[in-house]
């Protein structure tokens, strides 16, 4: 262990700004972090062990105890049951031998759930050592345990149980024709840097994550920092349910998300940029490398960019499991090495971001925009869309409809119209920009995509008649209790109020106020929180109680008292600890006649 760790660390350079590469690569060799190398590694990085250690402990896919040799992780987001996911789950770990949560007795399997994995439109979906599983059935768990049981190396897996679509279904401004690489980086040297952050001000882009903050305004304001020292970052952290977009770009748009990050160094005069991303999307990271190095070849990264003196470069960095990450601060702190807990903010990341230095933080798809926009100019851009959001929109549509997948719609487009592209009638509702985002009813579809009605980070997941609400939102609830990262007590202590409150009226063991005290815990977590995450963990259920009240009231139980709490519910680690599950075990509430 000592000579392969200390080779790792020399090729990260000692610093401990890799800690997390590191981390992910002990990982993979040892199936778990071993306290020895804790020891050592906070010896060559020159950093504490409690650092590496409360690093390890944040990450959902790092883990101090060993994992299998297959460590074999299975989507629990929404859009996984609705396609079978509980069953697909229980099939496994039968055929496997081994009990959810678990790993086998001779070590050589693990199964547990895990977070959306961005394959929302080709799920069930799952990962076997941070590689993808797709539209899992039981011929292929057949074959997967086949495999498992005769020790077949994942290198000789057949190819097609990792296939990966990228399911683009309709195409508009941006996905209709790349453009050509190096013609972004051309066209802005020629017409020059500030002329070209005229032309991205003119075109009306506004960051594609959601919030839709002004890309050049923020370029801008980067630029003029004192600072010399600057830095570009991709955010392709998309963990949200439901959202799966920039999966597709970075397949089979990369060149054009790279060149839109090296005309936004060009621009703000940074010359290191990094590529943040998230650990499920690992079957990338070499692909991506490829074309990174393809750049740099061509003289389009590195040094003397194009002949214009101009020096750039660009790193991938996986993350590890963390849905927080998608916060820019958070994204941040990772890229330092560190637990990815979310900055107080005033300083902003243009001011102080990577490093303490200037740094501008976009996602996939506005670093694609930014790319064409230099190319064609600003006008072409605003000349689509409405007066406050300009250009197209790509959607990650998922659920109950008959052509899931990618989607380049203008800005404008009502739900219906996107509803219809993607066959889907018999509507129960649309949960737009994931669990964060708002959930609509059938009597919404007219409303449009736009930052001035819906605004939205590009997903949809669409329930028909047939979907129970209570359920959808329960998941989306359990969802943020797990990926809260535990930093603030409204958010941390918060969203395991929420989970439990809602647990408890689904379950049919509310009564009488238990909705109204649900709705006032949503509003001390949305406002005292720290970060988006626990500011709109609450979301799922405000949205639902506005538009469907009495669905929560009919799970309400009819008693003859209003108990202070739910004492059966309590007594719940008891009876796991006496081994009990017989119905003496439990406590029964008498209902009224």
């Excluded at 020399?10 to 040892?30: E, F």
């Excluded at 061509?298 to 002949?307: P, Y």
């Excluded at 590009?458 to 969802?479: A, D, K, P, Q, Y």
Aim: hydrophobic letters at 40%; glycine letters at 10%.
């Amino acid at each position: 262990m000592n000579s392969f760790l200390q080779t790792l660390a020399a090729q990260n350079g000692n610093q401990a700004t890799h800690l997390l590469a590191i981390l992910r690569a002990v990982q993979a060799r040892y199936q778990h972090i071993p306290e020895a190398a804790i020891e050592q590694l906070a010896d060559l990085l020159s950093i504490p062990r409690t650092q590496i250690l409360g690093v390890v402990e944040f990450y959902s896919f790092l883990h101090l105890q060993p994992r299998g040799y297959y460590d074999i992780l299975i989507s629990d987001s929404i859009t996984d049951h609705m396609l079978g996911k509980h069953a697909i789950m229980a099939y496994l770990a039968e055929r496997l031998q081994v009990a959810v949560g678990a790993v086998r007795a001779d070590g050589m399997v693990s199964l547990d759930n895990t977070s959306c994995t961005g394959l929302c439109d080709q799920g069930p979906a799952g990962l076997v050592n941070g590689l993808p599983l797709t539209q899992l059935n039981k011929s292929k768990i057949d074959q997967i345990t086949e495999l498992v049981n005769t020790q077949t190396p994942l290198a000789n897996w057949p190819s097609e149980l990792f296939a990966v679509s990228d399911n683009i279904q309709q195409t508009g401004l941006l996905l209709d024709k790349p453009i050509v690489k190096g013609e972004a980086l051309q066209a802005t040297f020629a017409r020059g840097t500030q002329v070209t952050l005229a032309e991205i001000d003119q075109s009306g882009l506004r960051g594609r994550g959601g919030a839709g903050f002004k890309t050049a305004m923020k370029w801008r304001f980067c630029s003029e920092e004192a600072e010399s020292t600057r830095y570009v970052v991709c955010n392709a952290d998309e963990g949200e349910p439901g959202t799966f977009k920039d999966r597709v770009l970075l397949n089979s748009y990369a060149d054009q998300v790279f060149e839109g990050m090296t005309v936004a160094a060009a621009i703000i005069g940074a010359k290191q940029g990094f590529i943040y991303l998230r650990g499920e999307y690992l079957f990338l990271f070499e692909p991506l490398q490829a074309v990174l190095q393809q750049r740099r070849d061509t003289g389009l990264l590195g040094n003397n960019i194009l002949g214009q003196d101009f020096d750039f470069d660009i790193e991938i960095c996986l993350g590890a499991g963390a849905y927080i990450c998608g916060e820019e601060s958070a994204l941040i702190e990772s890229l330092e090495g560190k637990m990815g807990i979310p900055r107080n903010r005033p300083p902003y990341p243009v001011t102080q971001g990577y490093l303490g230095k200037p740094t501008v933080v976009n996602n996939v798809e506005t670093f694609l925009a930014a790319a064409a926009i230099a190319v064609h100019g600003g006008d072409w851009f605003a000349a689509i869309g409405t007066d406050k959001s300009k250009g197209t929109k790509i959607l990650s549509i998922s659920g109950d409809c008959a052509r899931p997948g990618i989607y380049e719609v203008p800005f404008g487009s009502t739900v219906q119209s996107v509803l219809d592209a993607c066959g889907a009638d018999d509507v129960l509702g649309v949960q737009i920009g994931g669990p964060s985002g708002t959930f609509i009813a059938n009597d919404e579809l007219q409303r449009k995509l736009a930052f001035e009605d819906l605004a939205t980070g590009g997903s949809f997941i669409i329930f028909n008649n047939t979907r129970n609400i209570l359920e959808i939102v329960n998941n989306f609830t359990h969802f943020f209790a797990h990926e809260s990262c535990g930093f603030c007590t409204p958010c941390r202590v918060g969203t395991s109020l929420l989970k439990k409150q809602l647990d408890k009226i689904v379950e049919g063991h509310g009564s009488a106020g238990d909705v109204v005290a649900l709705e006032e815990l949503c509003q001390l977590v949305k406002n005292y929180s720290h970060c988006g995450l626990g500011q709109t963990a609450a979301n799922p259920i405000l949205s639902t109680l506005e538009r469907y009240p009495e669905l929560y009231q009919a799970q309400l139980k009819k008693i003859s008292y209003e108990p202070g709490f739910d004492l059966d519910a309590a007594l719940e680690t008891a009876r796991r600890m006496a081994n009990r599950i017989d119905a003496g075990a439990h406590l029964v509430q008498v209902e009224e006649e």
